[in-house]
Nanobody, 127 residues
Framework: QVQVVEAGGGLVQSGGSLRLSCVASGDIFKILEVEWYRQGPGNQRELVASIDESGFTNIEDSVKGRFSISRDKPLNTAYLQMNHLKPSDTAVYYC?????????????????????WGQGTQVIVSS
């Protein structure tokens, strides 16, 4: 059983900062990639940032220069640092992790990967 839980959302004034965390727990073999998405009121869910196993990061243009992503491998935790927040950043922020687990087979063990979503954390930026 694998769980992904986000935390760190809240209400912040325009120009402020927040750091979101995404913690994966359970019978994890390896975390391959972590992505942060957000969904604002009336909008579709959109990718914000990602980080892979090697530490390579990608930040979407809409938040480049203001947001950064990092991870602490031993803690199975990823972070989204959000600076210079704007009211347009108001959204529910979701973490999606691609995680490998070990699966018992008749002949031994195999490794399978799946995506796991967290429940989201609300960020509200007031003007």
């Amino acid at each position: 059983q694998v769980q992904v839980v986000e935390a760190g959302g809240g209400l912040v004034q325009s120009g402020g900062s927040l750091r979101l965390s995404c913690v994966a727990s359970g019978d994890i073999f390896k975390i391959l990639e972590v992505e942060w998405y957000r969904q604002g009121p009336g909008n579709q869910r959109e990718l914000v940032a990602s980080i892979d196993e090697s530490g390579f990061t990608n930040i979407e243009d809409s938040v480049k220069g203001r947001f950064s992503i990092s991870r602490d491998k031993p803690l199975n935790t990823a972070y989204l640092q959000m600076n210079h927040l704007k009211p347009s950043d108001t959204a529910v922020y979701y973490c999606r992790s691609r995680i490998q687990i070990r699966v018992r087979q008749n002949w031994g063990w195999s490794v399978e990967s799946s995506h796991y979503w967290g429940q989201g954390t609300q960020v509200i930026v007031s003007s």
